[in-house]
């Protein structure tokens, strides 16, 4: 914050300038309305873009990873009845 009488710097949260005596209060009200505005128009402009961006390799992502599950699912299953048709003949044998 700087003093528009005087230019000097003012504290945050004082209403009137220690140089000048001229009223800050103006000053606070444009200084915390200015940057919430340029803040909320910036955010959903770019946000948008990039959503396009990243949907574009997370759908290729996810088509090799739900691919690769049930692979992963059937070389388990596989696994499994292997060890359970062993398991089986061992004790069939026994
Ligand atoms: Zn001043």
């Known amino acids: 914050m700087f003093c528009?009488?005087?230019g000097a710097p003012i504290p945050e949260g004082a209403r009137f300038c220690e140089q000048c005596g001229a009223p800050v209060a103006?000053?606070?009200?444009?200084?915390l309305v200015t940057p919430a505005e340029p803040e909320a128009t910036p955010v959903p402009e770019p946000e948008p873009?990039?959503?396009?961006?990243?949907?574009?390799p997370r759908r290729g992502d996810a088509v090799p990873r739900t691919g690769l599950l049930p692979v992963r699912l059937i070389i388990g299953?596989?696994?499994l009845l292997g060890?359970?048709?062993?398991?089986?003949?061992v004790l069939a044998n026994l």
């Open 77 to 79: 299953t596989l696994i």
């Open 83 to 89: 060890l359970a048709f062993a398991a089986y003949w």
């Open 26 to 31: 103006q000053e606070v009200d444009v200084a």
């Open 4 to 6: 528009e009488q005087c």
């Open 49 to 56: 873009q990039p959503v396009h961006d990243s949907q574009m």
